[in-house]
Nanobody, 126 residues
Framework: QVQLVESGGGLVQTGDSLRLSCGAS????????MGWFRQGPGKEREFVAA????????YYADSVKGRFTISRDNAKNTVYLQMSSLRSDDTAVYYC???????????????????WGQGTQVTVTS
């Protein structure tokens, strides 16, 4: 059974940092792009960041560039999201995702993404 399990969410204050982790299991994720999405209160799910297996290139939403860093440990099938300078509008449930096709992360075709985690709540208070 394929699973993506997120951890590391919590309640923090504006300006704080937090690191999310996503452990993947149940199959080989060689060749899969892995990434993060989030869904804030009353908002649609939106792309946050992605990292390619093949090239290790990283991609970010404009709203998090310079503040968030995505990385992965292929040996551990784990992807991380280091979040810094957190703001109240970063409050959301953060979801880990995995798919062979990078464009699915940024092209609005999230319904086609193969695997999703259950989400982890990040709340930023001022």
């Amino acid at each position: 059974q394929v699973q993506l399990v997120e951890s590391g969410g919590g309640l923090v204050q504006t300006g704080d940092s937090l690191r999310l982790s996503c452990g993947a299991s149940g199959r080989s994720f060689r060749g899969y792009t892995m990434g993060w999405f989030r869904q804030g209160p009353g908002k649609e799910r939106e792309f946050v960041a992605a990292i390619s297996w093949t090239t290790s290139m990283t991609y970010y939403a404009d709203s998090v560039k310079g503040r968030f860093t995505i990385s992965r440990d292929n040996a551990k099938n784990t992807v991380y999201l280091q979040m810094s300078s957190l703001r109240s509008d970063d409050t959301a449930v953060y979801y880990c995702a995995a798919d062979p096709l990078l464009p699915r992360f940024m092209g609005g075709t999230t319904a086609s993404i193969d695997y999703w985690g259950q989400g982890t709540q990040v709340t930023v208070t001022s």
